[in-house]
């Protein structure tokens, strides 16, 4: 699992073997896990959440997601790097 970078003491990150969905992130307090937290990049250049099976507190989480929208062309660029893919898929 390729960490994108730390916010806080949770971890951002894609879960291998998830290159035919589209670009969305995994956060995890600490160690990666199953039941992170997904954040689904969107066409326009934010996030939505997916699921928080990680129970991230709402605080944290709505902080998560402004630092992810903003680090958006990052990721895209990440995502297509990792999954070796040419162009990434939004959900919305």
């Given at each position: ?36 937290t997904k954040l689904w990049l969107t066409s326009a250049g934010g996030c ?37 893919v040419e162009n990434v898929s939004f959900l919305v």
């Amino acid at each position: 699992m390729p960490s994108l970078f730390s916010i806080g003491g949770y971890r951002i990150f894609f879960w291998s073997g998830e290159e035919g969905e589209p670009v969305h992130v995994h956060v995890a307090k600490g160690r990666p896990t199953p039941d992170a937290t997904k954040l689904w990049l969107t066409s326009a250049g934010g996030c939505v959440l997916a699921h928080n099976k990680g129970k991230i507190p709402s605080k944290d989480l709505k902080a998560i997601e402004r630092i992810v929208a903003a680090q958006h062309d990052m990721i895209c660029r990440e995502w297509r790097s990792y999954f070796d893919v040419e162009n990434v898929s939004f959900l919305v």
